[in-house]
């Protein structure tokens, strides 16, 4: 069964609230929507069943939510609804993986305004990017795969010492020929 318009303008009226949290008259429905607040009773009441498109669009642009929330079936309606809960938990789970546990994801609105999109695309192009690399790091791989590999096995046991990672390879083993005793 198809949610009617009724439904999701009381719905509207319910969950998009004032800034003091408190509901909108409907005076200031009609007047935000550029409609009678006669109007706007009849149609949370059900007297009048459905408005015509430019009655539908003021009240879509006043409670801010996209263009055609009243006219979208029920499954189109979901999917836009769950839309931005996916999109968060996807940016929270890539938030994760970079090591930020915490995260306050909160909205008073739908997420559809302008400055929400930007938001969520900033946040997406720089989670999507390679981490920075350390210029010394690069430079010092780049010096070892320089090296002839004759020269590398010998270099890399003495930066693993410097490092702190293993001892170099002459303290490790005994020389030839020679007994610890």
């Given amino acids: 069964m198809q949610d009617s ?11 998009r609230r004032k800034p003091d949290g408190k509901t909108y008259t409907l005076d200031e429905i009609g007047a935000g929507a550029g409609i009678s607040h006669g109007q ?11 408005p015509g498109l430019d009655v539908t669009r003021k009240l879509e642009k006043f409670f801010e939510v996209e263009p055609g929330f009243f006219t979208a079936t029920e499954r189109q309606a979901l999917y836009r609804a769950l839309q931005s809960t996916h999109e968060q938990l996807t940016h929270l789970a890539l938030l994760r993986g970079k090591g930020i546990n915490r995260l306050a994801m909160r909205s008073g609105t739908s997420g559809d305004s302008r400055i929400d999109r930007e938001l969520r ?9 390679p981490e920075g690399e350390d210029p010394e790091v690069r430079e010092l791989t780049d010096r070892m795969r320089s090296l002839p590999s004759k020269s590398r096995r010998r270099v890399f046991p003495l930066i693993q010492g410097l490092l702190g990672l293993a001892r170099p390879e002459h303290e490790e083993r005994p020389s030839p020929g020679r007994h610890n005793g």
């Fill in 40 to 50: 706007v009773g009849y149609l949370l009441n059900g007297k009048r069943k459905s």
């Fill in 121 to 129: 695309d900033a946040l997406s192009e720089v989670l999507s990017r």
């Fill in 5 to 15: 318009f009724q439904d999701r303008l009381v719905f509207l009226r319910e969950t």
